[in-house]
């Protein structure tokens, strides 16, 4: 798997169905194709998440493509992508950036998979002029360069567990305590993303005036969450937060059955990418996962139709997802493509500073949400939602004008 999967990074272009045999594109648009490019993490240790958003890519492409292309000067072009496999590298993702622009001759690019790969490509698109629609990398930091020529579709890393913290003040009013009353657990990986996520949580805890009893900076390859938990036992905090990627949401799941911890509210990022559910079952009832996006929202557009209509696509399309759910990689992936085909039939132009000024104007309701650019590049047309797992389903639980379900406090002791 691993070895095809790498065959197909190096070379293949989807949607169209078109192999580049070689030779380098001459141009950013090749008859009736207009080509896209992106690194992306095929191997390494995004690549879970890597696959989930090259899948959601090549849907929306397909999508788009079935319904007539995109239409530039009264002439239809079909959208492909050109992969390169980052081997979730920030160096070997900025080598292929600057591949797919000087070799390749592409001129439009998709995001990689995390903030990390995101910061290492940016500046290479930068400094060629070169305009990139991302979809994972949320990390703040991203929008203070001053960037002209990035645009990220989903919502950035501060918001990730802010809304842990705001129900965690909730539930303590209800119960007849302060929210200043909450005290809290912090476990975050040592990374570009994870640490905006912990600086989004230190604010909102700050504005509550909770206390953090734990505030612990874990390695990279977060393998071993047993120190911090320990910590957790014996100082029994009110809400545990953790944010890892998919590797660290798996450690902490299993760790957390392991040692028993019986903290009553426990948020974490990237439940869905690691599968928690199905992989540790009944352990993972009651905890909360940040999500970019979830089928049950009231979200439609023209393309996919609602949040759920595109979560069955998805599931027809990669059968694979029926037992795990679609994650939302997948569906702000999709996204980007969706705002790069609404840029180019706006610009009615392939020039790339058209193109640029076209996505500094987005204006889009999509099946994964609003989407609207600050100046900074961000989107800030739509909020991060929280799910709870709930009889080995995740319902959504917060804000609560988005919730399908109620909030389960305290949450099932492992």
């Not at 492909?80 to 622009?101: H, K």
Request: aromatic share 8%; charged share 20%.
């Amino acid at each position: 798997m691993r070895k095809s999967l790498r065959s197909l990074a190096l070379a293949v272009l989807t949607g169209g169905a078109l192999a580049m045999a070689g030779a380098a594109a001459q141009a950013k648009v090749e008859g009736d194709t207009i080509i896209l490019g992106s690194a992306i993490s095929f191997t390494g240790k995004y690549s879970t998440n890597g696959v989930h958003a090259q899948k959601g890519y090549d849907l929306a492409i397909e999508r788009i493509n079935a319904m007539g292309g995109v239409e530039v000067n009264g002439k239809s072009y079909k959208l492909a992508v050109q992969y390169y496999d980052d081997e979730s590298t920030p160096a070997r993702g900025a080598q292929l950036a600057e591949r797919l622009i000087n070799q390749d001759g592409v001129k439009y690019i998709l995001g990689p998979y995390s903030s990390g790969l995101t910061k290492a490509i940016a500046p290479v698109t930068e400094k060629y002029k070169i305009p990139m629609v991302e979809a994972e990398g949320a990390s703040r930091s991203l929008f203070t360069q001053g960037y002209r020529y990035l645009f990220a579709v989903l919502s950035t890393s501060e918001q990730y567990l802010a809304s842990s913290i705001d129900l965690a003040a909730e539930i303590a009013q209800q119960n007849g305590k302060q929210p200043s009353d909450v005290r809290i657990a912090m476990a975050f990986e040592n990374d570009p993303f994870s640490l905006d996520v912990r600086q989004g949580v230190v604010d909102d805890a700050a504005r509550y005036g909770m206390q953090i009893v734990i505030d612990d900076k874990l390695p990279r390859d977060l393998s071993d969450m047993s120190a911090t938990l320990t910590k957790v036992r014996a100082l029994k905090p009110d809400l545990l937060v953790v944010s890892g990627h998919s590797k660290g949401a798996a450690t902490a799941a299993r760790q957390l059955a392991e040692l028993k911890i019986d903290t009553p509210m426990v948020a974490m990022t990237h439940c869905e990418a690691a599968a928690i559910v199905s992989k540790f079952g009944a352990s993972t009832e009651g905890i909360l996962c940040p999500t970019q996006w979830a089928e049950t929202l009231s979200y439609e557009d023209g393309y996919f139709g609602t949040a759920a209509e595109f979560d069955a696509a998805f599931k027809e399309r990669y059968p694979e997802y029926q037992e795990t759910g679609v994650p939302y990689q997948s569906a702000q992936a999709a996204a980007a493509v969706l705002v790069w085909k609404e840029a180019f039939e706006r610009a009615q132009s392939f020039d790339t500073e058209a193109l640029r000024d076209a996505l500094a104007t987005t204006d889009l309701n999509t099946f994964y949400g609003g989407i609207k650019f600050s100046e900074a590049g961000n989107n800030i047309a739509k909020p991060m939602v929280l799910r709870q797992v709930q009889d080995g389903k995740l319902n959504v639980v917060a804000p609560s004008k988005w919730a399908s379900h109620p909030v389960s406090h305290p949450r099932m002791a492992p």
